[in-house]
């Protein structure tokens, strides 16, 4: 919260009235009871948020009648029809508009709710802030009679006058203090599931590429099981950048690209090949990856083994640990200082699916001399050397400074080289000492993730250091990978707090540093 806002300005007085008791401080009161009159109440419009609640619930409705024609026709016997430039049959079709159109309705009465619930909050905020004014003016009167200016007038001083003068603006400041930084927490809460629904809204992504906006529709539902999480092959961003890479493509190498969807096995296969468009390969390269996952085309639990190796979705309740294997073998750093290393390698294996491919099977996917869970073991230890010891300078390794580890400036620098190579952002290193500046940072946290961004951050205590990764966002709970080889879910007040040790004993609790995607 920036510091034009009303709230730090409260907050500011009320420390300063809170301690200008006594016949010395008289003065100061009175100008700090007049300061304090003078901040502006909560702002907003009550009736405006119920009434755009009311066109969102009306909106939800009009959805819900599209769901049951669409599911009508759906369950009529359809003749084997194929539609859209890459073929899909129109059953597959319709299913997907049918998910999409249940997400829409949960979308949309979840923001009329919101919405009802903040013009509650508005309310109650204009209320308690309008009830702490007229304390507020009995002490400035108060203090006005027993005041000169800035100094106390010895006639007519009243040391019982000041003692309640005192009191009263105690407890006027209070309420305009409460009064805004609970509707700034709800604002912030609102914000946030604002954001959380963006990333659910997914009928736009993929919008003005060159494919039809059927196909569009298969490829952004491709992975969704409809249960309102975000678990879709292509996150929000993916979409955007195939979309965007798609239109930039020459038309021979567009076409080359419609027909290798149009001869995928199915939409997971499509999505996977659109997910290396987005990671920035060319035609040649997806090309080739076709080929080789081609025979597990309509098989979506392989791909999803070898592709994916964080799910960002799921309902797991929060502090349980879910491991992270590939054939039974952990995605973890092991017993090497390579926290940075390691948890950068594997977010670049869930944005870039040729590179996921590599570590799991090789390049030799089906051989079992390749793929299977020891070679993946050697070359996931491998490539964590190889970022680990591509970052740091030769005199990081002298026997008196190394420590192990990577810094904060180095996780940044290889987030963007291993990372943002891949989805064009540029990571800025964030560093946060407090709470309040923990507190401040979530949302910008909240939507790199709701983007299908990872967010590398650090934590620290007496035991030292750690690096982990911030993948999912529900609700005020955030998805953690640890290159420890697990995934859990956190609730925000840990992070804030500095209680990241509730979900492992071992791991630093108090988080210090994250690196922001822009």
């Given at each position: ?30 100008y ?6 003078q ?11 119920e ?26 016997r359809?003749?084997t029809?194929w ?15 049918e998910?999409?159109?249940e ?25 308690r802030?309008g ?15 027993i ?15 000041m ?7 105690i407890?006027?400041i ?36 060159p494919?039809s ?38 038309e021979?190498?567009?076409?080359r ?6 001869g995928?096995?199915?939409p997971?296969h499509?999505?996977?090949l ?8 060319d ?16 098989d ?19 502090g349980?640990?879910?491991?992270t ?5 952990k ?5 090497y ?6 948890s950068?390698?594997?977010?670049r ?5 040729l590179?996921?491919?590599q ?7 089906g051989?079992?001399?390749y793929?299977?869970g ?12 190889r ?12 026997p ?13 620098t290889i987030?963007?080289?291993?990372i943002g ?5 540029d ?11 923990r507190?401040?940072?979530?949302p910008?946290?909240?939507?790199a ?22 993948i999912?966002?529900e609700?005020d709970r ?7 080889g ?10 804030v707090?500095?209680?990241?040790d509730?979900?492992?004993?071992n ?12």
């Amino acid at each position: 919260m920036s510091d034009d806002t009303p709230l730090p300005r409260l907050k500011q007085l009320q420390g300063d009235i809170a301690d200008q008791n006594g016949m010395w401080n008289a003065g100061a009161l009175h100008y700090s009871l007049r300061n304090a009159i003078q901040v502006p109440g909560p702002s907003g419009f009550p009736s405006s948020l119920e009434s755009l609640a009311g066109d969102y619930s009306r909106a939800e409705k009009g959805v819900d009648a599209a769901l049951m024609a669409v599911g009508e026709i759906r369950r009529q016997r359809l003749p084997t029809v194929w539609a859209g430039e890459t073929q899909v049959a129109a059953a597959d079709a319709l299913a997907a508009v049918e998910r999409g159109l249940e997400r829409g309705i949960g979308v949309l009465g979840r923001i009329a709710k919101e919405l009802r619930g903040l013009a509650d909050a508005v309310e109650a905020a204009q209320k308690r802030d309008g009830d702490g004014i007229p304390p507020l003016q009995e002490a400035y009167g108060l203090t006005e009679e027993i005041t000169a200016g800035p100094f106390i007038d010895p006639v007519h001083y009243d040391g019982d006058k000041m003692h309640r003068a005192h009191q009263l603006g105690i407890g006027g400041i209070g309420d305009r203090v409460g009064a805004h930084s609970t509707l700034a927490e709800t604002s912030r809460e609102v914000s946030s599931t604002f954001h959380d629904l963006a990333s659910q809204a997914r009928l736009q992504r993929l919008a003005n590429s060159p494919l039809s906006a059927l196909d569009e529709l298969l490829l952004t539902d491709a992975g969704s099981t409809g249960d309102g999480m975000d678990s879709a092959i292509l996150s929000a961003s993916m979409a955007d950048r195939a979309a965007d890479h798609l239109s930039g493509m020459s038309e021979a190498d567009q076409a080359r690209m419609k027909q290798l969807l149009a001869g995928a096995d199915s939409p997971e296969h499509r999505a996977y090949l659109m997910r290396a468009l987005a990671a920035g390969h060319d035609i040649n390269k997806i090309t080739e990856f076709n080929r080789l996952i081609g025979p597990y085309g309509n098989d979506p639990a392989w791909l999803a083994a070898h592709l994916n190796p964080l799910d960002a979705g799921g309902q797991s309740p929060t502090g349980q640990r879910q491991a992270t294997t590939f054939d039974g073998t952990k995605w973890t750093q092991g017993n090497y200082p390579t926290c940075v290393a390691a948890s950068t390698v594997t977010a670049r294996a869930q944005v870039d699916p040729l590179y996921a491919l590599q570590l799991t099977t090789g390049g030799h996917p089906g051989d079992p001399a390749y793929d299977n869970g020891d070679s993946f073991a050697q070359r996931l230890r491998d490539e964590q050397a190889r970022v680990y010891d591509d970052e740091r300078p030769w005199y990081q390794e002298l026997p008196v400074i190394d420590k192990g580890g990577m810094t904060d400036r180095q996780s940044a620098t290889i987030a963007d080289e291993e990372i943002g190579a891949h989805t064009g952002a540029d990571y800025e290193n964030r560093g946060v000492d407090s709470a309040d500046e923990r507190r401040a940072v979530l949302p910008e946290i909240e939507r790199a993730v709701d983007e299908g961004h990872a967010v590398p951050f650090s934590s620290r205590d007496d035991s030292g250091g750690h690096q982990m990764l911030i993948i999912g966002h529900e609700g005020d709970r955030l998805q953690v990978y640890n290159p420890w080889g697990y995934t859990v879910w956190v609730n925000e007040d840990d992070f804030v707090n500095g209680r990241l040790d509730s979900f492992d004993k071992n791991v630093p609790n108090e988080l210090t540093s994250v690196r922001l995607p822009k």
